[in-house]
């Protein structure tokens, strides 16, 4: 018998993007024997046994004789069990069992069960991106992945749903159509959250008002139960819909992540990770790279509550990335970048029982009262442009009337982001401006007097002057004025964010 | 000006005393360590006795061993001065008291001592756990009284001692009287205030450099806080609260007592309070401390431009005083729309007539400032 050698390609996910990965199969004389090589994870290596079961299962001959497995690139790191697919056609190839010639412009990703059935995997999406631009003519994958796949132009679909329909494909006798892309859905689901739900707080409404029109971060300061939750839950119905652009990396992002549902998500994504987060948790880590809680909320909001019980360290790892728009993951293996442009919304108590010092009944010690506020004036502080504090809401407010709904102050802040992409561009918001742009807004002659005046007696940092200025320019968007004006920037100093207690 | 200068037996008592720290705080600590000005008006003989008998010879030997040039060297090297009750920088206010201090070790400016007349210092004490109401009126209090020409003395602790001292920095001269050697810096995050007041104002205490704080060490600068000012204010202090101990040793000396007064329904004012029911001075600002100190005629100088703020300004400073601190709050209690009443706060607060915490709450401060900007 001579030497048979086959290949396939397929893909292995590292963080969020798909490694092109080459299936090798030799089939050898000798002992009975099956190896996997090329620094494959434990679920790699299982692929073994299920391939082994899948292929008998399916009628067809499970070659006893040595066979080698190598997923090239050796120096990669393979995950997952989606290769599975891969090796079962190349393995078939192998033997001859399988006369494909189509396979070689082919990908194939999926898991098997043993019963020869083909499984979802996750990141078809990004899989069936990665396949176009490396010149595949087709993608074959599991049905249920199907939709996902279709969602990119320029390559053929092939969903399957066992190991043999492969046979079908090769003599050319079956073909699946194309399947329907996934539908895009209502940027806002008709059962989310409404703003009319926040009763009363007039000043906490127009805090994430101006923090939704600008993708300025928010820090809320109150006692518990005071609406702080409730508020930012609401945000994401606020803020303006996912360009076509922005959809498709959201999700991108959510299939690497296996939460992608039934359609391509039209509102942005909200996060709300519990306080014990660790930081790899948070923004993404572990070998193979997984995307952290930053980058699932690409676009989106990220809602951090009780922000002073984080660990120090998740904090600590939030600057950078907050600051660039992703998050740089270096790794022995090399160095990945996961996108991350989020806008951070946070929640606190005032002191660690959370009454507020003025409260009689508060029982935290001056030492605590001070480490826990020494959080909030800490590392991230520097990062937050609006503060609001929030009161226990009144009887009267709780009792009363429902507040404005999502929709009509979305309408607004709709407008006032269309006004800045005209002015930065596409998809930029007031809170990225650069220092360069903050200080090229127009600036009207009162408005500058103010800032100055505030500059000069509180001896602001450049930081918070810039800060100032994009608040402000904000508050003039969502007001519709040309410059800004003096009562734009008194406000922008009001909801600014204190340096010094 | 008179010089630091100290005998050698009155610096050997201060030596002592650290010597004795762990054994008077085993005597001493019962409530609260308040006993211990009382044991400080003993000998060093009676001292020893009762508060270490059995290694009483050992202890008296030792410090009885220390040479005049070693204890010298050892203020040197702490970059600090001594004077004793014999020598002429000795306040005369603190020889009014039976448990006066043998000597004072201090650190910054001895000039501040010099001619130090009780009339011309005022204490303020409080509460560590202080509110945001009593931490801002301590730094106007000390701030005013600063500027007005009184030496401030606190203690420099957490919460209003703290503030106390930095609102008198801001102004003019304070003394901090602490429970530890003057070279050490406790708290220990208050090692910034205690530089700077090393460099701006004067570190006083009767323990010797290097000496660590214990219970016992602040009911007795207690003491001399009380000794060293004609009055002492107390801003908060909850019922049972050290501060009180300083205001009962002040009245023993005959002092004016001032109490800063407070909701009724606050716990943090729950001591000056009851202290303004039982006659203390009403105290609600500095000038209300000179009155009382100097009698009516010494006038702070402060002009009133509260009418001259535009009305709604007027209102929104009107409902902070009305104990408003959210800007809800105040948007509710005006009937302003939030966004006007958010530029109304940050006018007001850029005029000085607020502050606001790191919380985003907003406080009324003591004196309005007195700039002419018209926003």
Not at chain 2, 41 to 50: C, Y
Request: net charge negative; glycine share 10%.
């Amino acid at each position: 018998m001579p030497v048979v050698l086959a290949t396939a390609r397929t893909f292995t996910l590292d963080g969020i993007f798909a490694r092109p990965v080459r299936v090798e199969v030799d089939v050898h004389r000798g002992l009975p024997n099956f190896t996997i090589v090329g620094l494959p994870d434990a679920a790699v290596r299982e692929a073994r046994e299920r391939v082994r079961a899948a292929l008998v299962n399916c009628g067809f001959e499970f070659p006893l004789r040595r066979i080698v497995v190598n997923l090239a690139p050796a120096s990669l790191r393979k995950a997952g069990p989606g290769m599975d697919l891969a090796i079962a056609a190349a393995l078939l190839s192998a033997s001859e069992q399988l006369r494909w010639e189509g396979l070689a412009d082919a990908a194939l990703v999926g898991e098997l069960a043993l019963d020869g059935a083909t499984r979802p995997v996750y990141g078809a999406l990004a899989m069936a991106e990665a396949a176009r631009q490396g010149g595949a003519k087709a993608i074959v994958l599991p049905a249920e992945n199907g939709a996902e796949a279709a969602l990119v132009e320029g390559i053929e679909v092939v969903p399957v749903e066992g190991l043999g329909q492969l046979l079908g494909l090769a003599e050319g006798e079956w073909k699946p159509p194309r399947p329907e892309p996934l539908p895009l859905l209502p940027s806002v689901a008709a059962d989310a959250p409404d703003l009319a739900d926040l009763r009363g707080q007039p000043h906490l409404r127009h805090a994430l008002e101006v923090a939704a029109a600008g993708g300025h971060s928010l820090l809320m300061i109150g006692p518990p139960g005071a609406g702080k939750s409730l508020a930012a839950s609401r945000l994401p119905s606020i803020l303006p819909p996912l360009a076509p652009a922005e959809a498709l990396e959201v999700a991108r992002i959510a299939s690497a992540c296996g939460r992608l549902g039934a359609g391509l998500p039209g509102g942005r994504p909200f996060r709300a990770p519990h306080h014990t987060i660790s930081a790899a948790g948070l923004v993404g880590g572990g070998q193979p790279i997984r995307a952290g809680e930053i980058t699932i909320a690409h676009r989106g909001v990220l809602f951090l509550d009780e922000l002073c019980e984080f660990r120090r360290d998740a904090l600590e790892a939030l600057r950078a990335p907050l600051e660039s728009g992703e998050v740089a993951i270096a790794r022995v293996s090399g160095q990945r970048s996961l996108p991350c442009r989020f806008m951070l919304v946070a929640a606190a108590n005032p002191c660690p029982c959370g009454r507020g010092e003025a409260d009689p009944d508060c029982t935290c010690s001056p030492y605590e009262v001070q480490r826990y506020q020494g959080k909030l004036s800490g590392a991230l502080a520097d990062r937050i442009d609006v503060l609001a504090a929030v009161r226990q809401p009144s009887a009267a407010d709780i009792g009363g009337a429902p507040g404005e709904a999502s929709a009509a102050v979305r309408e607004r802040v709709c407008a006032a982001r269309e006004r800045q992409e005209h002015r930065l561009g596409a998809g930029r918001c007031n809170g990225e401006m650069t220092p360069a742009e903050a200080r090229g807004c127009p600036l009207s002659e009162g408005g500058a007097a103010l800032l100055a005046e505030l500059y000069s007696r509180q001896r602001l940092s450049g930081r918070a002057h810039d800060r100032a200025l994009r608040l402000a320019q904000t508050l003039t968007d969502l007001a519709g004025l040309g410059e800004i004006g003096e009562e734009q920037m008194a406000q922008a100093l009001q909801m600014r964010r204190r340096d010094h207690g | 000006m008179a010089e630091p200068d100290a005998c050698l037996e009155c610096l050997r008592r201060s030596w002592l005393l650290a010597a004795l720290g762990p054994y008077v705080e085993r005597i001493a600590t019962g409530e609260a360590g308040s006993r211990s000005p009382e044991l400080l008006r003993l000998s060093n003989e009676e001292l020893v006795e009762v508060a270490a008998p059995k290694v009483a010879g050992q202890l008296l030997a030792r410090v009885a061993a220390l040479g005049e040039e070693r204890l010298n060297q050892e203020l040197l090297m702490a970059d600090c001065w001594a004077c004793c009750r014999h020598g002429d920088l000795y306040p005369a206010a603190l020889r009014d008291a039976a448990d006066a201090p043998w000597v004072l070790i201090g650190r910054g400016d001895p000039g501040l001592l010099d001619g130090l007349e009780p009339f011309g210092a005022v204490t303020i004490v409080g509460a560590r756990r202080a509110t945001s109401y009593g931490r801002e009126i301590a730094r106007e209090l000390g701030r005013e009284l600063a500027r007005a020409g009184m030496v401030v003395v606190s203690g420099m602790a957490f919460g209003i001692d703290g503030c106390a001292h930095r609102g008198a920095l801001d102004g003019g001269r304070t003394i901090a009287v602490l429970g530890c050697g003057p070279d050490v810096a406790y708290p220990a995050s208050h090692r910034g205030l205690w530089r700077q007041i090393c460099d701006q104002g004067l570190v006083l205490s009767e323990l010797p450099p290097g000496a660590s704080p214990w219970k016992w060490t602040f009911p007795a600068r207690n003491r001399i806080m009380a000794a060293l000012a004609g009055m002492t204010v107390v801003v908060e202090a909850a019922k049972r609260s050290g501060s009180l101990i300083t205001m009962d040793l002040a009245a023993d000396l005959g002092r004016d007592l001032g109490a800063v007064p407070g909701p009724v329904t606050s716990r943090a004012s729950a001591g000056p309070n009851a202290l303004l029911a039982s006659g203390a001075h009403v105290i609600r600002d500095a000038q209300d401390v000179l009155d009382a100190m100097l009698g009516p005629g010494r006038r702070l100088e402060r002009p009133d431009p509260v009418a001259a703020l535009d009305p709604d300004l007027q209102a929104v400073l009107a409902a902070v005083e009305a104990g408003e601190s959210t800007c809800d709050a105040v948007a509710t209690v005006t009937g302003l729309p939030a966004a006007s009443s958010a530029a109304a706060l940050a006018r007001l607060e850029l005029l000085g007539y607020l502050t606001c915490s790191s919380l985003g709450t907003y406080s009324r401060t003591l004196v309005p400032s007195t700039s002419k900007a018209s926003l």
